[in-house]
C-alpha cells in the first residue's frame, strides 16, 4: 500500500516505519512540525530541532523520503487554545488527546488529500475490522498502551489508520530497535505535553496566564498556611510542589472564583470518591455501549476500574467506580472499555 507514516524522531514510530518497510510498502515520512518554537523562542534553543535530526536520520538508512509539514497555526488554534481555556476554568485539559484526534489523524488527513491509502504512526494500539466496523483494542503492553489517548477518534479517522506496533511491548520494540541499529536506539522516550517538549508545564502556564497570588487554606483547620501564584497551576490530587512543612499535602479544592487552593493531610482517603458524571461523549463504534459494567481509565497507564455506567440521558452518564480514587478531576478524560475493545470516552465533569 502507499502509506504515509507519521514520525517524531523517537524510536517507537521509527521502528513502526522499518516494519513497514520490510513488509514492502510505497512509504513516505512525515515530521509534522507543530512546536511553538516562536512562542517560546525566550526560553532557548527549541527541542524540534534533534527530533528532526533523528527522524532524517532513520529515513536516510531506511531509504525513504520525509516530509516536514508545518502545522502550527493549526495546532495553536484547536489544542492549544483548548488547553488555555480549560486551565483558566481551573479544569485539567489533556492536549494529547486532542492532538491525535484533531491533527495527526484530523488536519494530517487534509492536508494528504486522500493521496495515501493509509496513515500510520508509532502508537501502542490494535486495530481490527469486523460487523462493519473498525474495533480498537488494547495492546500486551498495560503501561505503554494508548488506546487512552486515542478515544476520540472516529469511524471514519481509524479506517485510514495504521498501527504496526498493535501486537508489541515496549521490550521488543526496543529489541527491533537495535536490531535495524536505528540512529536512535538509545533515545529515550519523550514525556509531557506533546506540544511542550522540554518547556516546563507551569512555565507555558506562567507566560499565558501570568501569576495571580493567593491563598493556600488546610481544609480541615480553615488555617492559611502559605501563598501560590494562580490556582491554574494546580491539580486536585497533587502532592507535590506546594512548598509547605509537615506534610505531605494534598491539593483536595480549588476555588477558582476566590483564588484559593485547599489542602489537607488528615483522612486524605475519605476525601476520595467514587462517582462522577462524564458527558461529551465519544463512541467509536457511533453507538453508546448496551452494557453497563465496564472497565474505565481516569486516566494514562495500566490502572483500570471496574464500573457501572447509568446513562443520566442520551448526553450525560453517572459513573461509579468499583474503588475510590482522589485524582478525579474536572476536564480529565474517563475512557471505557469492554475487555480489550476501547470504546470510547467522556469528559468528567462534576
Request: charged share 25%; glycine share 10%.
Amino acid at each position: 500500500m502507499k502509506i504515509a507514516v507519521l514520525l517524531s524522531g523517537g524510536v517507537d514510530s521509527s521502528v513502526a516505519l522499518r516494519l513497514l518497510k520490510d513488509e514492502g510498502h510505497d512509504l513516505t515520512a512525515f515530521y509534522l512540525k507543530i512546536w511553538l518554537q516562536d512562542e517560546f523562542s525566550f526560553l532557548g534553543d527549541c527541542p524540534w530541532e534533534e527530533d528532526l535530526s533523528y527522524a532524517r536520520a532513520v529515513c536516510k538508512q531506511a531509504g525513504v523520503p520525509l516530509e516536514v509539514l508545518p502545522l502550527q497555526t493549526e495546532y495553536w488554534e484547536t489544542v492549544v487554545t483548548y488547553t488555555i481555556s480549560e486551565i483558566k476554568e481551573g479544569r485539567t485539559p489533556n492536549p494529547d488527546m486532542f492532538c491525535n484526534s484533531l491533527i495527526k489523524f484530523g488536519q494530517f488527513y487534509d492536508k494528504i488529500d486522500g493521496s495515501f491509502e493509509k496513515v500510520a504512526s508509532g502508537h501502542y494500539a490494535k486495530l481490527e475490522f469486523g460487523k462493519g466496523k473498525y474495533i480498537l483494542k488494547r495492546t500486551p503492553d498495560p503501561v505503554k498502551d494508548q488506546t487512552y489517548f486515542l478515544a476520540y477518534l472516529t469511524q471514519g479517522q481509524l479506517g485510514r489508520a495504521l498501527f504496526p506496533l498493535g501486537s508489541f511491548n515496549k521490550a521488543s520494540v526496543r529489541e527491533l530497535a537495535q536490531r535495524y541499529l536505528l540512529p536512535n536506539m538509545e533515545r529515550k522516550d519523550s514525556q509531557g505535553i506533546c506540544f511542550l517538549g522540554r518547556i516546563k508545564f507551569n512555565e507555558f502556564i506562567k507566560h499565558h496566564l501570568g501569576e495571580i497570588a493567593g491563598d493556600i487554606i488546610d481544609i480541615d483547620s480553615g488555617k492559611r498556611l502559605g501563598a501560590h501564584n494562580g490556582y491554574y497551576f494546580y491539580t486536585i490530587g497533587q502532592r507535590s510542589g506546594l512548598g509547605l512543612s509537615g506534610g505531605p499535602w494534598y491539593v483536595v479544592k480549588k476555588d477558582v472564583k476566590e483564588n484559593i487552593i485547599y489542602i489537607s493531610k488528615e483522612n486524605i482517603t475519605e476525601r476520595s470518591r467514587d462517582t462522577f458524571n462524564a458527558g461529551k461523549f465519544n463512541w467509536i463504534s457511533e453507538n453508546k455501549p448496551e452494557k453497563d459494567e465496564l472497565l474505565v481509565k481516569i486516566r494514562h497507564g495500566a490502572h483500570m476500574f471496574n464500573c457501572n455506567v447509568n446513562f443520566i440521558d442520551d448526553v450525560t452518564a453517572e459513573v461509579k467506580l468499583d474503588k475510590p480514587d482522589r485524582g478525579i478531576a474536572p476536564g480529565q478524560f474517563a475512557v471505557f472499555y469492554d475487555d480489550d475493545v476501547c470504546l470510547g470516552g467522556g469528559v468528567i465533569l462534576v
